[in-house]
T-cell receptor, first 114, second 108 residues
Framework: DAGVIQSPRHEVTEMGQEVTLRCKPISGHNSLFWYRQTMMRGLELLIYFNNNVPIDDSGMPEDRFSAKMPNASFSTLKIQPSEPRDSAVYFC????????????FGEGSWLTVV | GQSLEQPSEVTAVEGAIVQINCTYQTSGFYGLSWYQQHDGGAPTFLSYNALDGLEETGRFSSFLSRSDSYGYLLLQELQMKDSASYFCAQYNFNKFYFGSGTKLNVKP
């Protein structure tokens, strides 16, 4: 079975540029999560979708960040404009329904903003 | 978010047993999970406890005490490949919140 697929795996961009990260969750999963990982702040939950609907975006750091899930098989996380402090690994994860069910992580998108 | 406390780093030798503790906040608590992450990799699921007691999966076991808001991951017969970061994650209100992680160093 294909796992959670993220792209790009690595991106280096200049400050001020728009960055779009993409995620394809595992087929049949109805919950999708975006996490950000840094040495200083660990794994932070940015936003959570259930059945394609954003349920909680309280972790989104500021208005420069936006996320969408137009259908059950695709989600994007956009940063516009990007800043050096956005440099991190961004993980997408998905799970199916039941509380406490395992969440499966993608391999991450390594973002460097210079 | 939720606050989970776990030690930042633990060192042990091959073949030994190590316990990684985690304390969590009770608000909305539903269950506690453990994830392993190797350097440069993605977190992968190890275990989940919703009820008090011990869950055993091979060399790894996880324990939960809801009355103490406490859990631990027990790794037995340590192998070099177990060197990684281990995260406890609290399941609240349909979301997982992760602790800051414990870096386990296994030495020969």
């Amino acid at each position: 079975d294909a796992g959670v697929i993220q792209s790009p795996r690595h991106e280096v961009t200049e400050m001020g540029q728009e960055v779009t990260l993409r995620c394809k969750p595992i087929s049949g999963h109805n919950s999708l999560f975006w996490y950000r990982q840094t040495m200083m702040r660990g794994l932070e939950l940015l936003i959570y979708f259930n059945n394609n609907v954003p349920i909680d975006d309280s972790g989104m750091p500021e208005d420069r960040f936006s996320a969408k899930m137009p259908n059950a098989s695709f989600s994007t996380l956009k940063i516009q404009p990007s800043e050096p402090r956005d440099s991190a690994v961004y993980f997408c994860a998905s799970s199916f329904g039941q509380p406490g069910n395992t969440i499966y992580f993608g391999e991450g998108s390594w973002l460097t903003v210079v | 978010g939720q606050s989970l406390e776990q030690p930042s780093e633990v060192t042990a030798v091959e073949g030994a047993i190590v316990q990684i503790n985690c304390t969590y906040q009770t608000s909305g608590f539903y269950g506690l999970s453990w994830y392993q992450q190797h350097d440069g990799g993605a977190p992968t699921f190890l275990s989940y406890n919703a009820l008090d007691g011990l869950e055993e999966t091979g060399r790894f076991s996880s324990f939960l005490s809801r009355s103490d808001s406490y859990g631990y991951l027990l790794l037995q017969e340590l192998q070099m490949k177990d060197s990684a970061s281990y995260f406890c994650a609290q399941y609240n209100f349909n979301k997982f919140y992760f602790g800051s992680g414990t870096k386990l160093n296994v030495k020969p």
